[in-house]
């Protein structure tokens, strides 16, 4: 069964950075479309980012444009989202998804 395990949350003062990090286990990396969601609070779950590398393609949600980076290490078996001048609207859980299935996510608080 595929595992997939996020870390890098935390507190942020707006405009600030994180780098979330998501290891996968038990699944074939280098093949596999890696997705980052959110969960606002009050809010539906929604999709941040995608990255896949057969074509190396990624994609982002206009919220995260521009702000956001996903990039991956498959020699590692993980994928990073790197997150500049954050806004209180980035506060929520984020989550690291792939087709087989999701992580129990990783708390990210942006406040004054």
């Known amino acids: 069964q595929v595992q997939l395990v996020e870390s890098g949350g935390g507190l942020v003062h707006p405009g600030g950075s994180l780098t979330l990090s998501c290891e996968a286990f038990r699944l074939v990396f280098s093949g596999s479309e890696l997705r980052w969601y959110r969960q606002s609070p009050g809010k539906e779950r929604e999709w941040v980012a995608s990255t896949s590398n057969r074509p190396s393609i990624r994609e982002y949600a206009d919220s995260g444009k521009g702000r956001f980076f996903i990039f991956r290490e498959d020699r590692e078996s993980k994928v990073y989202l790197r997150m500049d001048r954050l806004i209180p609207e980035d506060t929520g859980v984020y989550y690291c998804?792939?087709?087989?299935?999701w992580g129990r996510g990783t708390q990210v608080t942006v406040f004054s």
């Open positions: 998804n792939v087709s087989q299935g």
